[in-house]
């Protein structure tokens, strides 16, 4: 097969509403363009890029807030890969990405197929699965979350009628990130809605022409629907990984701010927000910071690459 | 169509030109307006602390109080928890914006005076704004840095141990003064027997009590610039208490965790808590039994370690009105009406003035002053611990590592070593 990454083919000949005459016309047309973005211009320069360039000096400086930053080169680095905590962050955080994500996207692949077959009352189905993507992330829904997986709490009975007397998650090293992996799932319909809108797109011929064939549901799912929105997957994968990567709020709000107990929530970002804004190490937090781009940077290349294995893009065609 | 088009985008080419022109007029209006001195010589100061909420009705009904006498000073009230508070602190100092006072703790002294946002206010003793008299037992060196006074004691507290009395009493074991450890983990020992609770919550993480037992044995918890003890000290510390928790004599650590912001000892999961004595008022609030004070145990048999801490109010050095400022903290610590309103939260009054205008009525106010009065009687209170810079973060560290410890998830020699190395980078900082 194939592949054409993109193809923006604009019908020839008519081209949409011909610019004004002449260069300083032109040169107007821009300059009132970059007014209007203005706004967006400055926000980006003052609020992004500027605290980004910033920060990645002070990851190579020792940096307290109150005494100008001094130069240390690779200091942070070399402290940082030593240090126990940060490894631990590490952990925590790649466990949280590599369980939360894929079930995440399980559950809302398959609540996609179900929702994709036209029934009564579709629409209220899609807003009900929709909702705690909204939601979700609240400090509101984290306290909700902390109330369910105490002990004696809804989780905990649950678990005790199936002989499973674990105690609460909340304050067990062993199990309290599971909660946090189960609010991530919670909040899948984000990714189901993308699903179904690539599930729409697959063209209703080939499941015809496949059943003529003889081919089962599984066989047409297979052969069918998966290749047909692999796209619409690997784009829910990339988005869904790099999210998880820089789970904050939930780990924080559920663990009463201290990421606890015993570091066992210690995401990626809290330990650099304990590091930068409560111990004012803020060379240290820019170096993490830092370091955490290079390896979501990294790891979505992987993913680019990967593509080119499983990801089918239909021909430009149609 | 294309002479219409010019002029329309013209028309818009100025009104974005004027929304900006505003836009950089309201920034340079809201610049201006947070500067504080105004026509008629009314200048407002902010004033931030920390406290649950009676704290800051307390707070908020003694600023009324400040208006009314003070016509021409307004104070802006800022507050939040602890933890906030001191994040936002950090963050507006190194701004250059914190508040014009604010509530300090003895943690934060070198810190704060070593980045230089702390105003020494000897001058403004020296210049007659504000009243360095009155404070007994010796609590005005809590705010004492290097010969400058950079802080005010509002009030002075010492550690405690806060049982259920009810518990305490159903077990049949009773809490004396002098009694030593072996004696409060038998006592302890027995509620567990006969209670089915554990006796404590979590000792061995709290770093003020950790600095008592130290202090005991001829040492203390800081030394001017560094750690006092060994990290064998630490070791054999943890894995007494990790010990403990393994055989339920310290509450499960898992149903601790859990129970937060309640205190393990409210929630009935055991049946005392180390805490300082004016803190004690909030397991009243939380729980249904009946809590009260008791001593700290020793290793003697009479000294327990015992200092004045403070809680205090200090004044930015950059302020733009410290003559104001150094009149608002004169008058929030010596104040009798003042004194009355706020009572003990913040511990027992710090100035003899205050200290006469509240008469404590009720049963828990009534058992702070007791027990400090006992303290002091029993002459075993010394001289505080010094906290160098960073005493902070060492204190959150020892919190946290020997929680660790306790869930048995990293090993006592292990935490010591963790805890060390943590100190270590918290002094440099």
């Known amino acids: 097969m194939t592949l054409v990454k993109e193809a923006p083919v604009r019908p020839a000949g008519k081209r949409p509403a011909a610019p004004p005459a002449g260069r300083r016309g032109r040169r107007r047309e821009n300059l009132a363009g970059y007014l209007f973005m203005s706004p967006w211009i400055a926000g980006f320069l003052l609020l992004t890029a500027g605290p980004m360039i910033a920060s990645l000096y002070y990851a190579f400086t020792s940096y307290n807030l109150f005494t100008p930053p001094q130069w240390v080169g690779l200091d942070n680095f070399t402290t940082m890969f030593q240090d126990p905590r940060w490894q631990k962050s590490v952990e925590v955080t790649l466990e949280y990405v590599v369980v939360a994500t894929p079930l995440k996207l399980l559950l809302a692949l398959g609540v996609a197929l179900l929702l994709a077959q036209k029934r009564r009352g579709q629409g209220l189905y899609r807003a009900a699965f929709y909702m705690p993507s909204l939601i979700g992330a609240s400090v509101s829904v984290g306290f909700v979350w902390r109330a369910l997986f105490s002990d004696d709490a809804v989780v905990d009975r649950t678990q005790k009628i199936f002989g499973l007397d674990v105690g609460g998650w909340i304050g067990n090293p062993d199990y309290v990130l599971y909660s946090l992996v189960a609010l991530s799932i919670w909040q899948f319909g984000a990714p189901m809605v993308i699903f179904l809108a690539g599930l729409k797109q697959v063209p209703q011929e080939l499941y015809e022409a496949a059943e003529v064939d003889g081919a089962g549901p599984l066989r047409r799912f297979w052969n069918i629907t998966l290749p047909m929105i692999s796209p619409v997957l690997f784009f829910n994968v990339l988005l869904e990984s790099i999210h998880a990567f820089q789970v904050f709020g939930s780990a924080y709000v559920v663990s009463d701010t201290r990421c606890g107990p015993a570091d066992a929530t210690l995401v990626y970002t809290c330990y650099l927000y304990q590091k930068g804004f409560k111990e004012a190490q803020m060379g240290f937090a820019s170096a993490m910071a830092w370091t955490l781009v290079i390896a979501v940077a990294l790891v979505t290349a992987v993913l680019f690459w990967s593509q080119k294995k499983w990801v089918h893009y239909e021909e430009a065609a149609k | ?429």
């Not at chain 2, 016509?71 to 250059?96: H, L, M, N, R």
């Not at chain 2, 009243?131 to 060196?141: C, E, I, R, T």
């Not at chain 2, 450890?181 to 006592?187: G, I, R």
């Open chain 2, 1 to 429: 169509m294309q002479q219409g088009g010019t002029v329309e985008r013209r028309t818009i080419l100025k009104a974005a030109g004027a929304s900006l022109a505003v836009a950089g007029l309201g920034a340079t209006a809201t610049a201006c307006g947070g500067g504080s001195g105004s026509g008629d010589g009314t200048v407002t100061i902010r004033y931030a602390w920390w406290g649950g909420e009676p704290r800051t009705i307390a707070i908020k009904k003694t600023i009324a109080l400040f208006e009314k006498k003070f016509p021409k000073i307004k104070v802006k009230p800022e507050f939040t928890d602890y933890e906030a508070f001191w994040e936002k602190f950090q963050t507006q100092a190194s701004g250059g914006n914190p508040p014009d006072v604010f509530q300090n703790a003895v943690g934060f002294l070198r810190k704060y005076d070593k980045r230089g946002v702390l105003l020494d206010l000897k001058t403004q003793a020296d210049a007659g704004n504000l009243s360095l008299d009155n404070f007994p037992n010796g609590v005005l060196a809590n705010g004492q840095v290097d010969g400058k006074q950079i802080a005010v004691p509002v009030g002075a507290n010492t550690m405690a141990l806060v049982i259920d009395l009810k518990a305490f009493q159903k077990a049949g074991v009773e809490a004396k003064f002098g009694w030593t450890w072996d004696e409060y983990f038998d006592a302890l020992q027995t509620i567990q027997d006969k209670l089915k609770i554990a006796g404590d919550t979590g000792y061995f993480s709290i770093m003020y009590l950790y600095d008592l037992y130290l202090r005991q044995n001829g040492k203390a918890f800081f030394t001017d610039t560094d750690l006092g003890f060994t990290e064998d000290d630490l070791t054999q510390w943890w894995e007494d208490g990790y010990k403990r928790v393994r055989s339920g004599l310290v509450a499960d650590p898992k149903k601790v965790e859990q129970v937060k912001p309640k205190s393990a000892l409210s929630a009935g999961l055991a049946a005392s808590e180390f805490t300082w004595d004016n803190f004690s008022i909030r397991y009243e609030g939380e729980g249904e039994s009946d809590y009260g004070l008791a001593p700290i145990p020793t290793t003697d048999g009479e000294a327990t370690g015992q200092y004045l801490g403070s809680l205090m109010l200090s004044a930015f050095s950059g302020t733009e009105h410290p003559e104001e400022v150094a009149q608002f903290i004169d008058f929030m610590v010596h104040d009798p009406e003042v004194g009355a309103i706020m009572g003990y939260d913040r511990g027992i009054l710090a100035t003899t003035e205050q200290y006469e205008a509240f008469k404590p009525t009720d049963a828990n106010n009534k058992g702070v002053a007791a027990y400090e009065e006992q303290v002091a009687e029993a002459g075993v209170l010394g001289k505080i611990t010094p906290h160098p810079s960073g005493a902070d973060v060492v204190e959150a560290a020892f919190l946290r590592i020997g929680g660790e410890v306790a869930q048995g998830k990293t090993k006592p020699a292990d935490a010591a070593e963790a805890l060390f190395s943590e100190a270590k980078a918290a002094f440099a900082g």
